[in-house]
C-alpha cells in the first residue's frame, strides 16, 4: 500500500469512528463519512468492501490506541495504582461534561447498538473491553496487597467497567453528571471498604 492510499484509509477510519462515536452507526452514512474525510466513494470500497467492514477497522483502531488515548494521560501524571483506576473513570466523566452529554463511551455505544445484528461486531466489541479490563486488572493487582486475599482482581476489573458503562448510560439519560458522579463515589466506597477488610 502507497503513502497516499495509507494516508487516504487512515481518514476514511478516523472520519467514521468521529461520526460513529458522535451519531451512532445506523445513523451515519457512507456520503458523510466521504464528505468528512475528503475522499471519493471508489477509495472506500477499495478498502472497505461493505459499511461493517470500516466499523471492524474503528474497533481495531480503539484497540491499537487504548493506551495513547485513554490510559498514558492518567498514567502519566498519577502513580498510585487504584487513583489511576478512578483517574481512568474521571476521564470519561470530562468527557460526558465536555460534550454535553452527546457522546459516551465509544465503545460501549456501539455494544448497545451493534451486538444483536452484527456476530462480527459484537466479537471485536468483547475484544475492546477485554482489553480495558486487562489494563485495569493490571492497576488492581499493582494493589493487591492492600484488598483481602484471595479478591478476584478480574471480577473486581469487570465490575469497574460495568460502574462506568452503567453511569455513562445514565448520564446520557438523565442529562446530568451526578449519576455518573455517585456511582463512581460507591465504587471508591467499596474499594475503601474493601481495604479496611483488610486490616
Request: proline content about 4%; aromatic content about 10%; hydrophobic content about 45%.
Amino acid at each position: 500500500m502507497s503513502q497516499m492510499q495509507s494516508k487516504t484509509r487512515d481518514k476514511l477510519i478516523e472520519a467514521a469512528r468521529r461520526l460513529f462515536w458522535q451519531q451512532g452507526y445506523d445513523n451515519t452514512g457512507i456520503a458523510q463519512i466521504l464528505k468528512a474525510a475528503d475522499a471519493g466513494s471508489g477509495s472506500l470500497y477499495y478498502f472497505f468492501p461493505t459499511k461493517e467492514d470500516l466499523l471492524l477497522a474503528v474497533l481495531d483502531w480503539y484497540l491499537a490506541n487504548l493506551s495513547a488515548m485513554v490510559l498514558e494521560p492518567v498514567f502519566g501524571r498519577l502513580t498510585d495504582p487504584l487513583e489511576r483506576v478512578f483517574g481512568v473513570l474521571d476521564g470519561y466523566c470530562r468527557q460526558l461534561l465536555a460534550t454535553d452529554f452527546r457522546a459516551g463511551c465509544p465503545v460501549g455505544n456501539l455494544a448497545l447498538e451493534m451486538t444483536n445484528s452484527h456476530p462480527a461486531v459484537r466479537v471485536k466489541i468483547a475484544e475492546n473491553f477485554s482489553q480495558w479490563r486487562a489494563a485495569i486488572q493490571r492497576c488492581l493487582d499493582e494493589a493487591a496487597d492492600r484488598f483481602p486475599a484471595g479478591t478476584d482482581t478480574a471480577a473486581l476489573a469487570s465490575f469497574v467497567l460495568t460502574t462506568m458503562e452503567g453511569a455513562v448510560m445514565l448520564a446520557r439519560a438523565y442529562h446530568a453528571i451526578e449519576p455518573y458522579q455517585t456511582a463512581v463515589q460507591c465504587l471508591r466506597d467499596y474499594f475503601e471498604l474493601q481495604q479496611k477488610g483488610k486490616s
